[in-house]
């Protein structure tokens, strides 16, 4: 599967974004979907993760209550709703996937990743 990320951008501290990773292949569907981020100097941290059948997901404690992880299989789309964006959440983000659906917290586990679109938050 190939992946491209898009949506990433400027915005102040309060706002919102939605990023959207794209998906070729016919069966993006069997596929669980991660958000990555990294940050200057900082190692690939773990965002947010959905089960390929959508039913489960997580976060990390630092963006739960602020993002929403969804899919859309039919258009082989995954989605990152960003709201109350902070300064610290500047990074790249990156979208992967992954078949096995194990350790899903963990970006080693995943395979396939797209480019990364960048997220710029100002104070």
């Known amino acids: 599967v190939q992946l491209q990320a898009s949506g990433g951008g400027l915005v102040q501290a309060g706002g919102s974004l939605r990023l959207s990773c794209a998906a070729s292949g016919r069966t993006f569907s069997t596929y669980y979907m991660g958000w990555f981020r990294q940050a200057p100097g900082k190692e690939r941290e773990f965002v947010a993760y959905i089960r390929w059948s959508g039913v489960s997901t997580d976060y990390v404690d630092s963006v739960k209550g602020r993002c929403t992880i969804s899919r859309d299989n039919a258009k082989n789309t995954v989605y990152l709703q960003m709201n109350s964006l902070k300064p610290e959440d500047t990074a790249v983000y990156y979208c992967?996937?992954?078949?096995?659906?194990?350790?899903?917290?963990?970006?080693?586990?995943?395979?396939?990743w797209g480019q990364g679109t960048q997220v710029t938050v100002s104070s």
């Open positions: 992967a996937a992954q078949l096995a659906g194990s350790d899903y917290y963990s970006w080693s586990r995943y395979g396939y």
